[in-house]
Each structure stands twice: as structure tokens, then as C-alpha cells.
């Protein structure tokens, strides 16, 4: 055998030595975990090695309903309905009285807002609220099991809270609102006095309860007056848009259509087209800006009353137009 076949059979035969020698002591081969040791761990996928929601129970995660990384609130199961209605009615009860219906307490902070409680955020099965509910003052005496049907109901009161903490029933969802709750007639004998001085159903207004998708885009339309058919035109804060008539130093008079108005300058197109720019100083010259909305405004401020009922009287009616 050849000097260099014999070195590498030499060292062949010593890393055997080796590995056997390893095993006979109670070593452990590479990749294998060794005997009474747990195997370790993998992280699972996601940041922080939480890949659901976070904040929910284990057995919770992926649950129908919950909201993926969502927060407790959200993700915890909710209990039986009979459970719930009957928290409800023990904590209108005992509890509303202090905490308010909405559970947001009271604004001078004598009764904490239970919306943004820590106890009761914290909370999982009535545990910390029972124990907050027994060191009440004044005492307050529970069974444990109304204890819990109130924390479940406060629970659930928390499961329908919108985004960014805001209170529940922000946004509600599947409500359809009904404005058509006035008195067609009334509305017609009201449009009779205030509004027809300046508007027809057989002229301006024709047809227009067909021209809007629904009555409250009619009703936002002519109470704050955004549409041409109502008086609208204004272009800006400063009447760009409207009527003008600037009165110069020297008493002349110049009128036309206001472009932009401020302390330092008046732009004014005249009525030949023409644009004609002027400085302005201490309020000199003077503009006038006709208002082509102010009787309008002024009808509006007239409907004010505590059930608004003018105003939807007249959206009843003017529905009527098709």
C-alpha cells in the first residue's frame, strides 16, 4: 500500500475510533435530541411566532367570526344567548345606574367607563369582574353566577365596539334608514308659503323626486340648498362665483362676477367678459357679494323646530314629484 492510501485509512479508522467512543459515553449524534430532552421548538410562522389572531384563546384561533390578529374583544367565544340576556338585565339593574346602558360611565370619571376598563377588557370568564363586583361601593351582593352574566354581557357589549375604540353601534351595518316620515300635504301647503316664491314643481322643481336615488339624497340636496335647482352656485368662502358690486374710492361703482376677494385684492370679471383686478387696502373698495342662497338659508334657519317636522313634511312631498 502506497504511503498516502495508508494516511488516509489512518484517518478513516480514527474518526470511527471516535464516533463509537462518543456513543459509548452517551453521546448524542448530530440532528437527534438527546434522551429526556424535549425537542425543541420550531417558531410558527408569523412576527412574534404568533400566526393567528393574537390575543385569543388557542382553542379559539380561526374560530368563525373572529377577526385575524384581532384583540380579545373580538376573538373571545361569546356565551349562550339566555346567558347574555340575562347579564343584561342584572346589569341594567345594578350596574347602569353608575356605568350608563353604554357602559361609558360618567364624564365627571366618578364611575369609570367600562369600555376602556383594563378589569374588564382583561376579564375571561368573570373572574376579575366578579372580584371588582364584590369590593363594590356601595356593596353590591351577586350570586358567582350572576356575577358571570354580567361580565359575559359586558362582554359582549365590548365584541361590538368599532375600530380605534370607538363606541358601539358607530357604524351600524344592514340599517336602512326610512326619512320619508312626514306629511305629504303639510309639506305641500308649507312649499305653498315659504318656497314657491322661488321655486315650481312645474318649473324648476319638475320631476325631482325622480331625480335622486333615494329621499335622503333629496332631503341633503334641498336643506342645504347644493344644487342649482335650490340656489346653489357659490364657489368658495369668499362668494367667488356669485354677484358683485365693488364701490371704488371715489363713490363710482363697478358690478359683475366676483373671481376672488381678500384683504390685499379684488379680481372681477365685467359683464363684457373683460377681468379687471384692483388693490385693496383698510377695506377699500368696498365689495358687495349678492348672496344668491340667502333666502334660502334664511327658509332653512325658519324650518328649525325640535321634531324637524317642516323639513320632513316638504322632503315627503317633493318625493311626491316624480
Known amino acids: 500500500m502506497h504511503a498516502h492510501s495508508r494516511l488516509i485509512a489512518a484517518v478513516v479508522i480514527a474518526g470511527a475510533a471516535m464516533t463509537g467512543l462518543g456513543l459509548a459515553q452517551g453521546g ?25 389572531q393574537r390575543g385569543a384563546d388557542p382553542g379559539q384561533r380561526g374560530a368563525p367570526g373572529g377577526r385575524r390578529g384581532g384583540f380579545t374583544q373580538f376573538t373571545r367565544p361569546l356565551a349562550s344567548p339566555d346567558v347574555l340576556a340575562r347579564g343584561k338585565s342584572l346589569y341594567d339593574t345594578n350596574c347602569a345606574s353608575c356605568h350608563a346602558v353604554d357602559l361609558r360611565g360618567t364624564v365627571d370619571g366618578k364611575n369609570p367607563n367600562l369600555l376602556r376598563s383594563g378589569t374588564a377588557l382583561n376579564d375571561k370568564q368573570g373572574e376579575l369582574i366578579g372580584a371588582a363586583i364584590g ?16 361580565a359575559e354581557h359586558i362582554h359582549f357589549i365590548h365584541s361590538t365596539m368599532g375600530g380605534q375604540g370607538s363606541p358601539p353601534g358607530r357604524n351600524p351595518t344592514n340599517v336602512e334608514l326610512n326619512i320619508l316620515v312626514g306629511d305629504a300635504a303639510a309639506g305641500q301647503a308649507y312649499f305653498a308659503t315659504a318656497c314657491s316664491t322661488c321655486h315650481s314643481v312645474t318649473g324648476d322643481l319638475k320631476g325631482i323626486g325622480a331625480k335622486y336615488p333615494d329621499p335622503r339624497a333629496l332631503q341633503n340636496a334641498w336643506v342645504a340648498g347644493s344644487s342649482g335647482r335650490f340656489g346653489g352656485g357659490g364657489r368658495g368662502g369668499d362668494g367667488g362665483g356669485n354677484p358683485a358690486t365693488v364701490t371704488m374710492a371715489d363713490g363710482s361703482k363697478l358690478t359683475g362676477t366676483l373671481v376672488r376677494k381678500d384683504d390685499w385684492l379684488v379680481v372681477l370679471t365685467l359683464p363684457d367678459g373683460t377681468r379687471r383686478s384692483m388693490a385693496r387696502s383698510n377695506g377699500v373698495p368696498k365689495v358687495d357679494v349678492t348672496d344668491p342662497q340667502a333666502a334660502h338659508k334664511k327658509m332653512v ?12 313634511d316638504v322632503t315627503a312631498y317633493l318625493w311626491t314629484i316624480k
Open 135 to 150: 369590593k363594590h361601593r356601595p356593596p353590591i351582593t351577586l350570586v358567582t353566577t350572576d356575577s358571570v352574566a354580567i
Open 301 to 312: 334657519l325658519e324650518l328649525d323646530d325640535p321634531a324637524n317636522k317642516r323639513m320632513h
Open 28 to 52: 448524542t449524534p448530530p440532528g437527534q435530541t438527546p434522551a429526556g430532552q424535549p425537542a425543541p421548538q420550531t417558531p410558527p410562522p408569523g412576527r412574534g411566532g404568533d400566526p393567528g
